[in-house]
C-alpha cells in the first residue's frame, strides 16, 4: 500500500487551522484506497523567526529535503510587519525554499464558482458563468535572482540600485511545457505574456515560446500579448483566456489581480513545481493557498479552508499522481458551495458556517 | 496677448478625428481670453512609417523641439501590426519622443463620473459615486532604458537575455515631487507602490520617498504599498487610492489597469511632463488619450473626442499656466456627459451621438 510522505508547514495567522482541515480531509480521502499519510510538521515564517530567529531554519530546510511534497500554510502579520521587507516572513521563506528546490513553475488556477460570482469584483454580467483559468507563472528566473542586484554610490554622493532580469532559453523552454501540458488538460489555448515591444528578455520569451509550440504542440493555439494589455483583459473579460502564461515578475503582479478578480481568496490554491522528481517519480513541490494569513480573523474558528484543502488536492494530483482523488475532494468542495455550506468569507447573506463544520461538510461530501 | 505654440500630432486611426475635435474646443475655451493658438502638425506612428520611413521622423522632432508642447493623438493599427515588437509604431513613436524630451512623469487621471459606473467592469456597488483617484508614473527610468540590454550566446549555444533596472537618488526625488505637487491639490495622500521585498531598486525607492516626504511634506499622508497587493487593490477598491505612484514598469501595469477599472478608454486623458521648462517657464509636455487608435470605428465620426480633449485641457493646465480655462473644459464635458450627451461607447441604451455633434456640445457648455 502506498504511503505519501510529505513535510506540513503551517505557518503564523489562520495557517494552523486550516492546515489541520486539508489534514484531515486529505487523510479521509485517501483511507478508502488503503493509502498512508506520513508526514511531518515544521515552523516557518514568523513563528520560525520567533522560536528559531529565521523564518526558513535550516531545521525545516531538513524535514523538507526528506519529503516528496511540502504542503504551505501561509506566513506573516502585524508582528512582523515592521521588519525590513527582506525580512519578512512571506519573502524570507518563500524565495529560498523556491532557490532550494528549484520550484519553477507556479500554476494558480483562476477558478470561481457561478454560485460565487457575487463574490468577484467584477459585474455579474460579465462573468455569468463564473470565471475558469489557469495563469502559469516562472518562479525561478527573471528579476528575483538576476545578478547584479545591488547599490551603490555614484560620484556624486547619490545612491544608484540596479536589478538584472535574465533568462535563458532552457529557463523558458521548460515553463512553456507546464503551460503546454496545462492548455492539453483544458481548453488548448495559451496566452503567452510579455512586454516584447521593451525588454530584451521578453524579446527571447517570445521568441523561445513561438518556435517551443510550432515545433512541440501544434496542436494548441498559442497567442502573445503584452503585459500591460494582459492587465486590463483580466478586469474587463477574464475567460477570454484557457491558460496564461508568464515570466516571475509579470506573474506575480497577474496572479495576484487574476486572484482579486475570482473573488475570494478563500479558495484559491496554487501549486509550485519543482525540476527534480520525488519518489512517486513525479515532481517535488510546494502547495499553497494564494491568501493570506488573516490576522483578523484567526484563532476564530471561522477561516475558509477551502483554499487549503485544494492545495491539499493539486498536491495529490501534481506530486503524488493521484488525480481521481483530487478530482473527489474538489468535486467536494464545489458541492458543499453549491449547496450553500459556506464560511462567512463567501456566505453573502446565507448562513455562515465555522471552519470545522466546512471540514465536516466536505468530508461527508467525499 | 498670449500665444500657445504647441506641436499636434494626430496619428492614426481615429487620431486625427479626434484630434480635430480637441483643437475646436481648445479655439473655443481660449478665444474669450484673447488667445492665439499656433501650432503645427506633423506625422507621427503608423502614417510617419508609410510616408517618412520611420514612426518618429526628425521633422516631426523638430516640429516638437519648436514648441511648447505636444498634443498627441494615438498611434498603430493592423496595417503596422505585424512589424518586430520594437518597431511597431506605438512603441517607436513614444519611447524617442519620452527620452528626447525627458518626459519623466506621467500623470493618469483615473477618472469615472458617477453617471457612467455601467461603463466599469467593477460592480457598481463597489464605486456607487464613480472613481477619481490619479497614477503617477516615472517614466524614462527602471528597466525601460537601463544597461546592458542585450542577448548573447552561452557556451552551450543557447541564448540568454538580459535587461537593466535602474534608479538613482535623484531620478526618484523628482517624480516624488510631482506626486506630492499632485496630492497637494487632491486628497493629500500618496501611496508609493514597490517590490521592496525582492528589488533592491524598491528598496532604494522606498527609502528616498519615505525621506523626501518627511522632509519636504510632512502634512501628506504617505503610504507603501507592494505592486502585487496594488494590482489587487485596485481591482477591488480603487478609491481607497487617492494618489499611487510608481516607477516606469509597475506604472505601465497599474495604470492600464486602472484605466479598464475606469470604465470607457475614451474618457482617460494623460500628461507626460518633461524636465525642461518652456517659453511660458512651465513644464514642457505631451499629452495624449490614454487609449489607442481604435482601428474597428476610424472614419465613421462615431469615436468619443472626450480623452483627447481632456488631453488639451491637462495641456493648458500643465504647460501653459492656464488652469481655469482647463477647468471650464473639464466642466463642460461632465455636463455633456450628466445630461446624457453620448457617443457609443459610453451611451448604454441611451441616444448616441457622433463626433461632431459631441464637439458641438462640448462648446456650448464652455
Ligand atoms: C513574498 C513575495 C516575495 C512573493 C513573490 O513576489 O513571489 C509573493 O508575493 C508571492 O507571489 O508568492
Ligand atoms: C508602447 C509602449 C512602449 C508604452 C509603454 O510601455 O510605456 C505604452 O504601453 C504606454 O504605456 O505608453
Given at each position: 500500500?502506498?504511503?505519501?510522505?510529505?513535510?506540513?508547514?503551517?505557518?503564523?495567522?489562520i495557517?494552523?487551522e486550516v492546515?489541520?482541515v486539508?489534514?484531515?480531509?486529505?487523510?479521509?480521502?485517501?483511507?478508502?484506497?488503503?493509502?498512508?499519510?506520513?508526514?511531518?510538521?515544521?515552523?516557518?515564517?514568523?513563528?520560525?523567526?520567533?522560536?528559531?530567529?529565521?523564518?526558513?531554519?535550516?531545521?525545516?530546510?531538513?524535514?523538507?529535503?526528506?519529503?516528496?511534497?511540502?504542503?504551505?500554510?501561509?506566513?506573516?502579520?502585524?508582528?512582523?510587519?515592521?521588519?525590513?521587507?527582506?525580512?519578512?516572513?512571506?519573502?524570507?521563506?518563500?524565495?529560498?525554499?523556491?532557490?532550494?528546490?528549484?520550484?519553477?513553475?507556479?500554476?494558480?488556477?483562476?477558478?470561481?464558482?457561478?454560485?460565487?460570482?457575487?463574490?468577484?469584483?467584477?459585474?455579474?454580467?460579465?462573468?455569468?458563468?463564473?470565471?475558469?483559468?489557469?495563469?502559469?507563472?516562472?518562479?525561478?528566473?527573471?528579476?528575483?535572482?538576476?545578478?547584479?542586484?545591488?547599490?551603490?554610490?555614484?560620484?556624486?554622493?547619490?545612491?544608484?540600485?540596479?536589478?538584472?532580469?535574465?533568462?535563458?532559453?532552457?529557463?523558458?523552454?521548460?515553463?512553456?511545457?507546464?503551460?503546454?501540458?496545462?492548455?492539453?488538460?483544458?481548453?488548448?489555448?495559451?496566452?503567452?505574456?510579455?512586454?516584447?515591444?521593451?525588454?530584451?528578455?521578453?524579446?527571447?520569451?517570445?521568441?523561445?515560446?513561438?518556435?517551443?509550440?510550432?515545433?512541440?504542440?501544434?496542436?494548441?493555439?498559442?497567442?502573445?500579448?503584452?503585459?500591460?494589455?494582459?492587465?486590463?483583459?483580466?478586469?474587463?473579460?477574464?475567460?477570454?483566456?484557457?491558460?496564461?502564461?508568464?515570466?516571475?515578475?509579470?506573474?506575480?503582479?497577474?496572479?495576484?489581480?487574476?486572484?482579486?478578480?475570482?473573488?475570494?481568496?478563500g479558495?484559491?490554491?496554487?501549486?509550485?513545481?519543482?525540476?527534480?522528481?520525488?519518489?512517486?517519480?513525479?515532481?517535488?513541490?510546494?502547495?499553497?493557498?494564494?491568501?493570506?494569513?488573516a490576522?483578523d480573523i484567526a484563532g476564530q474558528g471561522v477561516a475558509n479552508p477551502?483554499?487549503?484543502?485544494?492545495?491539499?488536492?493539486?498536491?495529490?494530483?501534481?506530486?503524488?499522481?493521484?488525480?481521481?482523488?483530487?478530482?473527489?475532494?474538489?468535486?467536494?468542495?464545489?458541492?458543499?458551495?453549491?449547496?450553500?455550506?459556506r464560511t462567512g468569507d463567501i456566505a453573502?447573506?446565507?448562513?455562515a458556517i465555522g471552519t470545522e463544520a466546512m471540514c465536516?461538510?466536505?468530508?461527508?461530501?467525499?
Amino acid at each position: 500500500s502506498k504511503t505519501l510522505k510529505f513535510a506540513v508547514l503551517p505557518g503564523d495567522g489562520i495557517g494552523p487551522e486550516v492546515m489541520n482541515v486539508a489534514l484531515k480531509v486529505l487523510e479521509a480521502a485517501t483511507k478508502p484506497s488503503g493509502i498512508t499519510l506520513e508526514y511531518e510538521s515544521a515552523d516557518v515564517g514568523g513563528i520560525a523567526i520567533d522560536n528559531h530567529g529565521v523564518a526558513l531554519p535550516d531545521s525545516t530546510l531538513d524535514v523538507c529535503k526528506a519529503s516528496d511534497a511540502i504542503l504551505f500554510g501561509s506566513v506573516g502579520g502585524p508582528k512582523w510587519e515592521n521588519l525590513p521587507p527582506k525580512e519578512q516572513p512571506e519573502r524570507a521563506a518563500l524565495l529560498p525554499i523556491r532557490k532550494a528546490f528549484s520550484l519553477f513553475a507556479n500554476v494558480r488556477p483562476g477558478l470561481l464558482f457561478k454560485e460565487l460570482v457575487d463574490a468577484s469584483p467584477l459585474k455579474t454580467e460579465r462573468i455569468p458563468d463564473g470565471i475558469d483559468i489557469v495563469c502559469i507563472r516562472e518562479l525561478t528566473g527573471g528579476i528575483y535572482f538576476g545578478q547584479p542586484k545591488e547599490t551603490r554610490e555614484l560620484e556624486n554622493g547619490e545612491l544608484e540600485a540596479i536589478d538584472t532580469m535574465v533568462y535563458k532559453t532552457s529557463e523558458i523552454e521548460r515553463i512553456a511545457e507546464v503551460a503546454a501540458q496545462t492548455a492539453l488538460g483544458r481548453g488548448k489555448r495559451v496566452c503567452s505574456v510579455d512586454k516584447a515591444n521593451v525588454l530584451e528578455t521578453s524579446v527571447l520569451w517570445r521568441k523561445t515560446v513561438t518556435a517551443f509550440f510550432e515545433e512541440k504542440y501544434p496542436e494548441l493555439e498559442l497567442s502573445h500579448m503584452y503585459v500591460d494589455n494582459a492587465a486590463m483583459q483580466l478586469a474587463r473579460d477574464p475567460n477570454q483566456f484557457d491558460v496564461l502564461f508568464t515570466e516571475n515578475m509579470f506573474g506575480d503582479i497577474l496572479s495576484d489581480e487574476m486572484a482579486v478578480i475570482c473573488g475570494s481568496m478563500g479558495m484559491m490554491s496554487s501549486a509550485s513545481l519543482g525540476t527534480a522528481k520525488n519518489g512517486h517519480g513525479q515532481p517535488f513541490g510546494l502547495y499553497e493557498p494564494a491568501g493570506g494569513t488573516a490576522p483578523d480573523i484567526a484563532g476564530q474558528g471561522v477561516a475558509n479552508p477551502c483554499a487549503q484543502v485544494l492545495s491539499g488536492a493539486m498536491m495529490l494530483r501534481f506530486s503524488f499522481g493521484l488525480g481521481d482523488i483530487a478530482d473527489r475532494i474538489e468535486a467536494a468542495i464545489k458541492s458543499a458551495v453549491q449547496n450553500d455550506i459556506r464560511t462567512g468569507d463567501i456566505a453573502f447573506g446565507k448562513k455562515a458556517i465555522g471552519t470545522e463544520a466546512m471540514c465536516d461538510a466536505i468530508i461527508e461530501r467525499l
